[in-house]
């Protein structure tokens, strides 16, 4: 799920939730809306990690490939 899409998702929820609240509901709106934005960002967090996952294996490979290069080069 891209995040343009999930952020829509957030919005409407919270458009939706904000349209019919009075005063005494204000606030379970707005923790609604803090746990769908941190839902958000903690998605967010889990692709970053991810893609750093995914970095420092292609470096680990990378580096071994360096090293099997350097070793038969030595010789």
């Known amino acids: 799920m ?3 899409f999930a952020l829509s998702l957030v919005l409407a929820a919270s458009l939706g939730l904000t349209a ?3 005063s005494g509901t204000e ?3 707005n923790a609604a809306n803090n746990a ?3 839902a958000v960002m903690a998605a967010d967090n889990a692709i970053n990690a991810a893609g750093n996952a995914t970095e420092n294996a292609a470096n680990t490979v990378s ?3 360096n090293s099997v290069a ?3 080069n030595a010789k």
């Open 20 to 22: 019919c609240s009075k």
């Open 63 to 65: 580096n071994a490939a």
């Open 36 to 38: 769908a934005g941190n």
């Open 70 to 72: 350097n070793a038969a």
């Open 27 to 29: 606030n379970a709106s």
């Open 2 to 4: 891209s995040k343009t």
